[in-house]
């Protein structure tokens, strides 16, 4: 992972490739790229935790997502 600051959307998909959203509770997960945001209704320029609160998982319906840069779930542990 390179040392740039995630804040958004966005900066995951120009530094990391893409963005993976997570539910923290059941951990499935999805990957998202630019093309899909619009139709989540979310804009690329958000903030992670901004995109976050947007999701509702699927499979086991908690509102418990996290949203963070890679291309694959993995232990994301923020900006340092
Ligand atoms: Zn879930």
Do not use: Q
Request: proline share 4%; hydrophobic share 35%.
């Amino acid at each position: 992972m390179s040392t740039k600051r995630i804040e958004s959307l966005n900066d995951c998909f120009r530094h990391a490739g893409g963005a993976i959203v997570e539910c923290t509770r059941c951990r499935h997960w999805k990957s998202l790229n630019r093309f899909i945001l619009p139709w989540l209704g979310l804009r690329s320029g958000m903030a992670l935790d901004d995109a976050a609160r947007r999701f509702r998982c699927r499979r086991c319906g908690a509102k418990a997502a996290r949203v963070y840069p890679g291309d694959r779930p993995h232990n994301w542990r923020g900006n340092r």
